[in-house]
């Protein structure tokens, strides 16, 4: 072909010419009447390959078909171009390579392609469904029924609207109601997913809960721009799923959104997303790295729990709360930076971490909840800032590679079980704020060799009896309670430094 967007046929079909009747009047006019039958049976493509793909197969049937007769139409080559009948502005299929698809299954059913020398009408299950306008490019031979320069071009194809059950939302804006509409249900079995923009000639704005099934085989789905809302469980618990895209104009994730989807490996989620439900990606262990949007304020409970594979984190400024178990066994992650405008995090936020070697704690953080960072194992130091005022029970309870703590000048108490079972905790600096140091809150940490602690702390079984600093509590008392640094010898007597 001349044109230099050659259409390229990469599936085996078996093309019947039946009927070939035409007569060249002259190069700018030239009747043509042809009947192609493009025989699919033997093309190696799934069954439930979409009327847009066979498209392509059609397309290039009457591109081969008709190459002879065309040279006749003032020796121009057609140019092929898919529209749905009745949407002249909507474009299904593209000029250029046609990619191949393929996979299990057959065709076994004909496709008829009727060309009356001005359009093409084929039938699929004997619905004739689209219309495809021919054109020769010699510029001297332009066909009256041409597509309109002005027509988008787009090579994004979308599966068809009989793949989703939907429901018609009815919304007010500037002070008009308009119809939308909601995804309620995926039907299709495609292993590619392209939402259309517009179904029912209304445009696509939200995916309600559990709207594809558990048992769905897609691997891929792209969202497209214009939907604003994921809602609860929308694709949760699908195992095959390992990419989605998510467009701009997404502003909430729903809970349990996108949890249990376990080959979901990356996922990038937009700016525009403002709010995130609990466990929105819970228990994706495939999933390696995260960058939290900039318009989020919080992370919801469990959001990111059990993602084993999460080796990364980003969180941005704008986000003030962590919520309970936000992190819980992400075994992966290695260090974590929080952002300045932290004020809160949730119970078990990081519990189970077992990787995580560093954080940094922002001095804007205000309080931790009960076991925050409960068996991070790796973790060796920890300095909690002076702006924090509360920390709960049992916060860093477990951490047995923990060797250092510095607690700032905002805490009044050390909660029960704080530190308890750190076994190689070897030095505390308590703040001089701290009051009171509660039940087994340094309980078993056979290390600590070390303690820096104000005056006049009032010490409430931190040490249990039978515990190897059990003797710290007499100490400090016999020296009044008098504030400095407290250091153990090898065979565990303390002595004031």
Not at 64 to 70: I, P
Not at 468 to 495: A, C, I, P, Q, V
Request: with cysteine.
């Amino acid at each position: 072909m001349k044109n230099k967007q050659k259409i390229k046929f990469h599936a085996v079909a078996l093309l019947v010419c039946c009927t070939v009747i035409f007569s060249a009047l002259a190069c700018k006019k030239t009747e043509i009447s042809q009947t192609i039958i493009a025989d699919l049976s033997s093309l190696s493509t799934p069954m439930d390959t979409g009327i847009d793909e066979i498209a392509k197969v059609v397309g290039q049937a009457i591109s081969d078909g008709l190459r002879e007769a065309e040279a006749d139409m003032g020796n121009g080559t057609p140019e092929l171009e898919l529209f749905k009948v009745g949407a002249k502005n909507e474009k299904l299929t593209y000029k250029g390579t046609v990619p191949f698809y393929s996979g299990a299954g057959s065709f076994d059913r004909k496709i008829t392609v009727i060309y009356d020398g001005k359009t093409v009408v084929y039938s699929f299950d004997d619905q004739p469904d689209y219309v495809v306008s021919i054109k020769s490019t010699q510029d001297n031979n332009k066909q009256d029924n041409a597509p309109p320069k002005s027509t988008p071009k787009s090579a994004q194809q979308y599966d068809p609207e009989s793949d989703f059950n939907v429901k018609r939302i009815r919304v007010t804006r500037n002070s008009k109601d308009e119809e939308e509409i909601e995804i309620t249900a995926y039907v299709g079995d495609n292993t590619v997913v392209r939402i259309p923009p517009r179904i029912q000639n209304l445009p696509v704005t939200r995916i309600s809960e559990n709207a594809f099934p558990k048992d769905i085989t897609s691997v891929t789905v792209t969202i497209p721009n214009g939907v604003t809302s994921i809602g609860d469980e929308a694709f949760s618990g699908c195992p095959s799923l390992t990419s989605v895209t998510i467009p701009n104009s997404v502003t909430s994730i729903g809970d349990r959104a996108f949890g249990g989807c376990s080959r979901l490996a990356s996922i990038t989620i937009p700016d525009s997303v403002i709010s995130m439900g609990g466990r929105a990606f819970y228990n994706c262990s495939s999933l390696a790295s995260i960058t939290i949007p900039k318009g989020v304020t919080a992370i919801g409970p469990s959001a990111f729990g059990n993602c084993t594979s999460l080796t990364s984190i980003t969180i941005p400024n704008s986000v003030t709360g962590i919520g309970n178990r936000a992190f819980d066994g992400c075994t992966s992650l290695t260090s974590i930076n929080l952002p300045n405008s932290l004020t809160i995090i949730g119970e078990r936020a990081f519990a189970g971490c077992t990787s995580l070697t560093s954080v940094s704690l922002p001095n804007s953080l205000t309080g931790m909840e009960d076991s925050t960072f409960y068996g991070c194992t790796s973790l060796t130091s920890v300095s909690l800032p002076n702006s924090l005022t509360r920390m709960g029970r049992i916060t860093f309870s477990n951490c047995t590679g923990l060797t250092s703590v510095t607690i700032g000048n905002g805490l009044t108490r050390i909660n029960s079980g704080a530190f308890m079972n750190c076994t190689s905790l070897a030095s505390i600096t308590i703040g001089r704020r701290v009051a009171s140091i509660e039940f087994e809150s340094l309980a078993n940490c056979p290390s600590l060799a070390s303690i820096t602690i104000p005056s006049d702390v009032s010490i409430v079984n931190a040490f249990p009896y039978g515990d190897s600093n059990y003797g710290f509590d007499n100490f400090y008392s016999k020296n009044n309670r008098e504030g400095g640094t407290y250091l153990k010898d090898s065979n565990g007597n303390w002595r004031k430094e």
